[in-house]
């Protein structure tokens, strides 16, 4: 399947944008807390966006086996190691059989967090979350009333967040995000399949990005503001515009970007879940030294700038896996075969 640039310039983009958002910041700045609320969202839509339709459920599960059960797998196993290594430094000591079995018991409840089970490598929630919608989507299209149903699904998935906002009745982490992210999902799926969304004009897109991106702000700032004097209704009610306008906002800006193919954006790209998968242990690490080489008590707080730098430290770390699993072990990146890239 032909790569396509603008795509491969918003996952690499959004994939950073995670790690950027996973280092502690504080709660009360602007940009991190309207970060951390839209930026998941562009990975559900390109999801849905690029979602085919292979014809038999074999074919489906195939794909669904390689590119979402077995890196969940894997990348879990991967980190349960770390995770024994940051106990042992928390801690002082080894965890007990009950103790170390709490990450398993969690990963197998879809990244869940209670007394008897914690996330073992949580921002892999989004896996069997996209797994459940491309499920959803499939049993739908057995049916004369796609459309009813999935339109059906996410205004109940709307409700249910902004209920869960109030009355925490939900898991962490996947049946919240389902719930959150579904809107933009179908969003995705219905714009790939009617094949819209896929010029490129750069003059306009660029107008498109700037306008959306500002009017995001606007509705962000509108909708903490009505969080913050009790106007639960209207906060949830604004979150999906600003969402949305975030959203196009930020892939009409990477259309602008459509022009300029890099080889390293492509790669980045290709090896989105190895960035996702791994970049907590990196940011363990690095906030562990930092701590320590400056006598700190508690967890760091960094600036926007430091986030940034460490950032792309934390990516540059992780592009050379990137690159040995493109050549050897395709899987690792939810791929079935090594995917080719053009020069």
């Given at each position: 399947?032909?790569?396509?640039?603008?795509?491969?310039?918003?996952?690499?983009?959004?994939?950073?944008?995670?790690?950027?958002?996973?280092?502690?910041?504080?709660?009360?700045?602007?940009?991190?807390?309207?970060?951390?609320?839209?930026?998941?969202?562009?990975?559900?839509?390109?999801?849905?966006?690029?979602?085919?339709?292979?014809?038999?459920?074999?074919?489906?599960?195939?794909?669904?086996?390689?590119?979402?059960?077995?890196?969940?797998?894997?990348?879990?196993?991967?980190?349960?190691?770390?995770?024994?290594?940051?106990?042992?430094?928390?801690?002082?000591?080894?965890?007990?059989?009950?103790?170390?079995?709490?990450?398993?018991?969690?990963?197998?409840?879809?990244?869940?967090?209670?007394?008897?089970?914690?996330?073992?490598?949580?921002?892999?929630?989004?896996?069997?979350?996209?797994?459940?919608?491309?499920?959803?989507?499939?049993?739908?299209?057995?049916?004369?009333?796609?459309?009813?149903?999935?339109?059906?699904?996410?205004?109940?998935?709307?409700?249910?967040?902004?209920?869960?906002?109030?009355?925490?009745?939900?898991?962490?982490?996947?049946?919240?995000?389902?719930?959150?992210?579904?809107?933009?999902?179908?969003?995705?799926?219905?714009?790939?399949?009617?094949?819209?969304?896929?010029?490129?004009?750069?003059?306009?897109?660029?107008?498109?990005?700037?306008?959306?991106?500002?009017?995001?702000?606007?509705?962000?700032?509108?909708?903490?503001?009505?969080?913050?004097?009790?106007?639960?209704?209207?906060?949830?009610?604004?979150?999906?515009?600003?969402?949305f306008a975030f959203?196009?906002?930020?892939?009409?800006?990477?259309?602008?970007?459509?022009?300029?193919?890099?080889?390293?954006?492509?790669?980045?790209?290709?090896?989105?879940?190895?960035?996702?998968?791994?970049?907590?242990?990196?940011?363990?690490?690095?906030?562990?030294?930092?701590?320590?080489?400056?006598?700190?008590?508690?967890?760091?707080?960094?600036?926007?700038?430091?986030?940034?730098?460490?950032?792309?430290?934390?990516?540059?770390?992780?592009?050379?896996?990137i690159l040995f699993?493109?050549?050897?072990?395709?899987?690792?990146?939810?791929?079935?075969?090594?995917?080719?890239?053009?020069?």
């Amino acid at each position: 399947m032909q790569r396509i640039n603008w795509i491969d310039w918003a996952k690499a983009l959004a994939a950073m944008t995670v790690v950027f958002c996973h280092l502690p910041q504080s709660q009360e700045w602007f940009h991190f807390r309207y970060l951390q609320a839209f930026i998941i969202s562009i990975f559900f839509f390109l999801s849905g966006y690029l979602k085919k339709d292979r014809g038999s459920n074999k074919a489906n599960w195939m794909k669904y086996w390689h590119g979402l059960v077995l890196p969940y797998i894997i990348y879990n196993a991967i980190v349960y190691p770390y995770w024994f290594v940051k106990y042992y430094m928390q801690q002082g000591m080894l965890p007990d059989l009950l103790t170390a079995l709490k990450p398993i018991l969690g990963t197998i409840l879809l990244q869940h967090e209670n007394s008897f089970c914690e996330p073992l490598d949580g921002p892999l929630w989004y896996l069997p979350a996209v797994l459940i919608m491309h499920v959803t989507i499939d049993l739908c299209r057995k049916t004369r009333y796609q459309h009813t149903i999935m339109i059906t699904l996410c205004f109940v998935c709307i409700v249910l967040y902004g209920a869960d906002k109030w009355w925490y009745f939900a898991p962490d982490l996947t049946p919240m995000g389902i719930m959150k992210n579904l809107p933009f999902y179908y969003t995705g799926y219905i714009l790939g399949q009617k094949r819209l969304f896929n010029i490129v004009q750069p003059i306009q897109d660029l107008g498109s990005c700037i306008g959306l991106i500002l009017l995001s702000i606007v509705l962000f700032q509108w909708h903490l503001n009505a969080f913050w004097v009790g106007q639960h209704t209207l906060h949830i009610v604004i979150y999906y515009p600003a969402c949305f306008a975030f959203l196009f906002g930020v892939l009409y800006g990477c259309k602008c970007l459509d022009a300029y193919k890099m080889k390293s954006v492509t790669n980045l790209s290709i090896g989105t879940l190895v960035i996702i998968g791994l970049h907590i242990v990196p940011i363990t690490i690095i906030n562990y030294i930092i701590e320590k080489a400056n006598g700190l008590s508690s967890t760091i707080c960094y600036q926007w700038y430091e986030a940034f730098v460490i950032t792309l430290i934390i990516t540059a770390l992780l592009y050379p896996i990137i690159l040995f699993f493109l050549k050897n072990t395709p899987w690792m990146l939810g791929k079935q075969t090594i995917p080719a890239i053009e020069a």
